[in-house]
T-cell receptor, first 117, second 116 residues
Framework: GENVEQHPSTLSVQEGDSAVIKCTYSDSASNYFPWYKQELGKRPQLIID?????GEKKDQRIAVTLNKTAKHFSLHITETQPEDSAVYFC????????????????FGAGTRLAVHP | EAGVAQSPRYKIIEKRQSVAFWCNPI?????LYWYQQILGQGPKLLIQFQNNGVVDDSQLPKDRFSAERLKGVDSTLKIQPAKLEDSAVYLC??????????????FGEGSWLTVV
């Protein structure tokens, strides 16, 4: 099936705390997992991604972990700041052989993160 | 580098009317996507083009939605007739080539549709 579950749907933290968002996917053949940030009224923008050949990737205050056996991956934001407030979407790639072969992304439902000063 | 361009940004129509959205992808990107994002939900893929051909339209309501990318560059998404449940943001996106897994997908600002 084509499904990505994302939790929690809303997350409220104090500035400086850490935030963790978790996703599970259904297609065991998925190999690419991006995370997008969408500020209110703006376009979704890629903030970090991870491929199946690594278990963890970090970029300053953001890190993503992947457990392929359990088919879940997580976004970790440390030292949160008010500008981190946004909706975060996880996604998993699915490969299809028809139509000459292509890949598409299946998105989770999103997590609304609020960072309070 | 110019991003994905979409128009119009906002549209309000009555149910049963028609509407069309236009998208110009990033130059050189072979793959173009149309997503529907209903308030509070994640983007749902409606249709994916590789150059001027459709590779995936499995979730496109074909009785009312149509899309084309005739010259393999810009694209138009049409809804006719519109229903109340079509109220959403229609996001166009592009990537270099979806035949390669892991190409970054870049989104446009979206076209906000309200059906009343």
């Amino acid at each position: 099936g084509e499904n990505v579950e994302q939790h929690p749907s809303t997350l409220s933290v104090q500035e400086g705390d850490s935030a963790v968002i978790k996703c599970t996917y259904s297609d065991s053949a998925s190999n690419y997992f991006p995370w997008y940030k969408q500020e209110l009224g703006k376009r979704p923008q890629l903030i970090i991604d991870i491929r199946s050949n690594v278990g963890e990737k970090k970029d300053q205050r953001i890190a993503v972990t992947l457990n392929k056996t359990a088919k879940h991956f997580s976004l970790h934001i440390t030292e949160t700041q008010p500008e981190d407030s946004a909706v975060y979407f996880c996604a998993a790639s699915i490969t299809r052989e028809r139509s000459g072969g292509y890949n598409k992304l299946i998105f989770g439902a999103g997590t609304r993160l609020a960072v309070h000063p | 580098e110019a991003g994905v361009a979409q128009s119009p940004r906002y549209k309000i129509i009555e149910k049963r009317q028609s509407v069309a959205f236009w998208c110009n992808p990033i130059s050189g990107h072979a793959t173009l996507y149309w997503y529907q994002q209903i308030l509070g939900q994640g983007p749902k893929l409606l249709i994916q083009f590789q150059n001027n051909g459709v590779v995936d339209d499995s979730q496109l309501p074909k009785d009312r939605f149509s899309a084309e990318r005739l010259k393999g560059v810009d694209s138009t998404l049409k809804i006719q007739p519109a229903k109340l449940e079509d109220s959403a943001v229609y996001l166009c996106a592009s990537s270099f080539d979806s035949r390669v897994e892991g190409n970054t997908i870049y989104f446009g600002e979206g076209s906000w549709l309200t059906v009343v």
